[in-house]
């Protein structure tokens, strides 16, 4: 019986591993996606993506076992999973789902910054507080992801030697966002989070 394809040196040490390759890295940055998803709230989509994401292993689990004599199977299997996981992490980035409180504690008089973000519609709140060097005025706003870079460029304009923190908010209820955000292609409110 004349060898085939399937049985060459190509496909046992080139074609199959990147096959493996790639769809570890398919399945590793759906399951990176499904528990950033889930971290922040967004339940429905969780199953959704945990699906696709245990058909592809499956298909690619099959195939290093099948394979157990040839060691490029394994580099391959691991190498995949290192790489979905980065992919699954920029993708999440991209996307920048959620919500954040930026708290900023600026080095000079407040009042520029504090008229700028509110002038590009953000809701912020000023408190007198009490600081290491002295009497300080903290600004806190709740904002989209998305607009994290628009007011971090307001920040360095009006009070470039400020500090800020940015934390991940888990749930939200009412409070004013401001920025208006660019219409969305995909209606994500199928996969909102519950609020209660």
Same mark, same amino acid.
């Given at each position: !019986?004349?060898?085939?394809?399937?049985?060459?040196?190509?496909?046992?040490? =080139?074609?199959?591993?990147?096959?493996?390759?790639?769809?570890?890295? !398919?399945? #590793?940055?759906?399951?990176?996606? $499904?528990? @950033?998803?889930?971290?922040?709230?967004?339940?429905?989509?969780?199953?959704?993506?945990?699906?696709?994401?245990?058909?592809?292993?499956?298909?690619?689990?099959? #195939? &290093?076992?099948?394979?157990?004599?040839? *060691?490029?199977?394994?580099?391959?299997?691991?190498?995949?999973?290192? !790489?979905?996981?980065? &992919?699954?992490?920029?993708?999440?980035? +991209?996307?920048?789902?959620?919500?954040?409180? %930026?708290?900023?504690?600026? +080095? +000079?008089?407040?009042?520029?910054?504090?008229?700028?973000?509110?002038?590009?519609?953000?809701?912020?709140?000023? =408190?007198?507080?009490?600081?290491?060097?002295?009497?300080?005025?903290?600004?806190?706003? @709740?904002?989209?992801?998305?607009?994290? *870079?628009?007011?971090?460029? &307001?920040?360095?304009?009006?009070? *470039?030697?400020?500090?800020?923190? %940015?934390?991940?908010?888990?749930?939200? /209820?009412?409070?004013?966002?401001?920025? #208006?955000? +660019? $219409? #969305? =292609?995909?209606?994500?409110?199928?996969?909102?989070?519950?609020? /209660?």
């Amino acid at each position: !019986m004349e060898p085939t394809f399937f049985d060459s040196f190509w496909w046992s040490w =080139v074609v199959l591993p990147l096959l493996i390759f790639l769809s570890r890295i !398919m399945d #590793q940055s759906i399951g990176t996606m $499904r528990l @950033i998803f889930v971290s922040k709230g967004y339940r429905h989509i969780g199953p959704i993506l945990g699906f696709f994401e245990v058909i592809i292993w499956l298909l690619a689990v099959t #195939q &290093v076992l099948k394979h157990l004599t040839n *060691p490029m199977s394994y580099i391959a299997y691991g190498a995949g999973f290192a !790489m979905g996981n980065y &992919v699954g992490i920029r993708l999440e980035e +991209k996307i920048s789902i959620g919500t954040v409180l %930026i708290r900023i504690i600026p +080095k +000079k008089d407040t009042t520029d910054l504090l008229n700028h973000l509110r002038n590009i519609g953000l809701g912020v709140t000023s =408190v007198d507080a009490y600081g290491a060097k002295g009497p300080v005025n903290l600004l806190f706003t @709740i904002l989209k992801r998305k607009s994290i *870079p628009q007011v971090i460029e &307001v920040i360095n304009q009006y009070n *470039p030697n400020a500090f800020y923190t %940015i934390e991940e908010v888990k749930a939200v /209820k009412e409070g004013y966002f401001g920025i #208006q955000q +660019k $219409r #969305q =292609v995909f209606n994500w409110r199928l996969f909102a989070k519950k609020t /209660k």
